[in-house]
T-cell receptor
């Protein structure tokens, strides 16, 4: 199997606080994980590529100081939304690629719905 | 850059066949994949075409024509559970995927 979990599944926070989202590959090792953001009825927008043991690669327009990514092990990547604002409210989804696998076959977590009040 | 275009919505009845087209413009292309996403759920991988031609996986088939910058996903013998959004995706430079806008498929009894 290839299962990816995310925690929490849903979080509500106050404006100005920070929120950490965890993404774990449960039964395989993932050198590379990806973080996406998805608005209702829209596509998946890649935010950053998370590489184990090195700095994340951010997409154009994504603030690296606001969306902190840490990939400390082959099975865990975390996304921290710092000083969250209402416009950060969204569905955040991570995915993982098996170390020996193709980037075309990504295994997605169930997503985290963030609501910033 | 890379962009992928697909229709926003398709409606069909149970048992019917639906074809979801995906056209792309890219400055470097390495194959086309397809994902299914039910409302509120995670995208799941359906298929990948690295080369031209048809790939069949049960009721779902995917086709690619690199010369036409075009591919499609064919859903046969539609079932109610096939109601979902379907995304085509292409591999961009930097070993990452770019997703199309998604096609919402609504299956009616």
């Amino acid at each position: 199997g290839a299962v990816v979990s995310q925690h929490p599944s849903r979080v509500i926070c106050k404006s100005g606080t920070s929120v950490k989202i965890e993404c774990r590959s449960l039964d395989f090792q993932a050198t590379t994980m990806f973080w996406y953001r998805q608005f209702p009825k829209q596509s998946l927008m890649l935010m950053a590529t998370s590489n184990e043991g090195s700095k994340a690669t951010y997409e154009q327009g994504v603030e690296k100081d606001k969306f902190l990514i840490n990939h400390a092990s082959l099975t865990l990547s975390t996304l921290t939304v710092t000083s969250a604002h209402p416009e950060d409210s969204s569905f955040y989804i991570c995915s993982a690629r098996k170390t020996s696998g193709s980037v075309h076959e990504q295994f997605f977590g169930p997503g985290t719905r963030l609501t910033v009040l | 850059g890379q962009s992928l275009e697909q229709p926003s919505e398709v409606t069909a009845v149970e048992g019917a066949i639906v074809q979801i087209n995906c056209t792309y413009q890219t400055s470097g292309f390495y194959g086309l994949s397809w994902y299914q996403q039910h409302d509120g759920g995670a995208p799941t991988f359906l298929s990948y075409n690295a080369l031209d031609g048809l790939e069949e996986t049960g009721r779902f088939s995917s086709f690619l024509s690199r010369s036409d910058s075009y591919g499609y996903l064919l859903l046969q013998e539609l079932q109610m559970k096939d109601s979902a959004s379907y995304f085509c995706a292409g591999k961009a430079a930097g070993n990452k995927l770019t997703f199309g806008g998604g096609t919402r498929v609504l299956v009616k009894p």
